[in-house]
Each structure stands twice: as C-alpha cells, then as structure tokens.
C-alpha cells in the first residue's frame, strides 16, 4: 500500500509558486521549475542567480571591455600621430605623394582609434598597397612593409581588439582571454619569475668581466625567492569549484618547484664564489 503524497506537499517554484519544481538553483538552492531553469556555462541557476557577475564571469568580462580602447587601439593612434607629422615634413619638401600617402594612412589611424569597423581592413589594406607601390622603387626594401602588415594581421584578429570594436567572439575565445588577464595571474608571474631565476644563475659569472657580479647575484637570488612566495600565493588561492573559478594549479606548482630548484643551483654554482665575497667582508 503506497501512501499518497498531496500537490501542494510538493515542491514548488520560488517564482511561480503555482509550478512545481522541477530541480534546484546549484548557487541559492532555491527551487525552480522547467520555465525558471537558466543553464550559465554548464551550471543550473535560477534567473536572478543566472545574471549575477559572480555566476556569468564571461559576459561580465566582455561588458567590462566591450567598447574599450586597447592596446593596439592606442599604438595605432601614437603611429598616427608620427604619419602627421612625416606628412607636414613631405609637404615642406613639395612631396606631394608622400603628403598624400601620409595623409591617408592616418586618416585610417584615426578611424581605427575611433572604432569604426571598416579601419580594421583599412590596417590591414595599408602595409599591402604600400608593398605594392614601392615595389618598383625600393625593390628589395619594400619587403620591410611585410612586418607592420603581419602586425595588423594580428590585430586584425586580436580578441580584445574585436571587442573594442563591439565585435561579438566565440566564448572560447572570450575565456582564453579571461584565463589570460583574470585566472589566478600571480600564478603566471610567478613562472615567468622562477624561469628566469633559474637560467640566469648559470650565465651571470659571465658578468664578472662587468664587475657587476656581485650585486646581480644577490638580484636574481631575490627573483627565486620572489617567485617561490608568490608561487605559494597562487597556489592557495586555486578553486576549481569557485564561480568564477581559480585555476592555474599547475602553473603555480611549476613556479615554486622551479623557484626551489634555481635557489639550490645558486649554492652549488656560487657557493665558493659566496665564501670569498663574504669572507673577504668579514676580514
């Protein structure tokens, strides 16, 4: 004999009492049902949870940048500013199609500073018109055009970039940005700090020849020993499960072992050279 449970024993959603629940919000627990569910990267919310910063960490990020000049959009307006300059020079010197040429390079510069979206081809369509129209003069030389081009290729395809531009990104893309500016940072300056402590033990005796040995030692000993305690830092503050998450574990592992292991080679490497610095100082 199975006993009855009644409707209103049952339970009901927070928004729509009038609803039975069919799950539970996995940040408040509230219950919510069918018409309520909001699913935010993987993740069940109720509505009012789904548009918390906390929960939608990428649509945050992307608001926070979106419509935001970048780098790039400021290296462009700096260049831009030099091509005026060169212009008002070609001009005295009765140049007129450098004059000219200057002129509309910035006219783009200045688009692409402004964030109207036909100055990313235009950063893209300069460098190439100028290979094209130097060929024949410069020859050779007009090959060095190819570098600004494959730098307005990378802007051109630059995720932040886009985003100045109001241009929507893939949410993979928009998260390997967030994991690049935002996911636990100390953890990668603390890598980058421990790779450096570890390589330039072995090279700084060279730089004895300099004089400046001594006082480099105890710099980069000072570059191990920062990497190691941010390393830790870093470390304690990963939570994979916290909204957002904190990540990089093993980065923050690889800084403190490599902080450890570039500590130890300064002793074995300069350990006589140690004894006499400060055996020569006590005497």
């Known amino acids: 004999m199975s006993a009855e449970v009644s409707s209103g024993a049952l339970p009901r959603c927070a928004l729509h009492p009038d609803a039975l629940a069919g799950a539970t919000c996995q940040r408040c627990g509230g219950f919510v049902c069918t018409a309520c569910t909001t699913w935010v990267m993987g993740r069940m919310y109720c509505p009012p949870c789904a548009v918390r910063p906390e929960v939608n960490y990428l649509e945050t990020f992307r608001l926070g940048l979106w419509g935001r000049r970048d780098g790039s959009a400021w290296l462009v307006g700096g260049v831009t500013v030099v091509l005026v300059g060169l212009a008002l020079v070609a001009l005295m010197a009765g140049d007129v199609g450098t004059t000219l040429a200057c002129l509309g390079s910035a006219g783009v510069g200045v688009a692409f500073f402004l964030g109207m979206r036909w100055a990313r081809m235009g950063l893209l369509a300069m460098p190439l018109l100028a290979m094209l129209i130097t060929a024949q003069s410069l020859g050779a030389p007009a090959l060095l055009f190819f570098i ?11 995720t932040r970039s886009r985003l100045f531009f109001r241009l ?23 890598l980058s700090l421990s790779v450096g402590s570890l390589f330039l033990p072995v090279f700084a005796p060279l730089l004895s020849f300099f004089g400046v040995w001594s006082a480099l030692t105890f710099v980069f000993a000072a570059m191990a020993m920062l990497a190691l305690i941010l390393g830790l830092v870093a470390l304690r503050r990963v939570d994979p499960e916290a909204r957002p998450p904190i990540g990089r574990r093993w980065e923050a592992l690889g800084a403190v ?12 490497l300069h350990r006589t ?6 055996g020569g100082a006590v005497d």
């Open 273 to 278: 050279r140690m004894v006499e610095l400060f």
């Open 257 to 268: 072992c490599l902080a450890l292991v570039a500590l130890a080679l300064w002793g074995v």
């Open 148 to 158: 600004p081009l494959m730098v307005a290729v990378n802007v051109f395809r630059d």
């Open 168 to 190: 929507d990104v893939p949410e993979r893309e928009l998260h390997q940005l967030w994991d690049l500016r935002i996911n636990n940072p100390l953890a990668r300056h603390a």
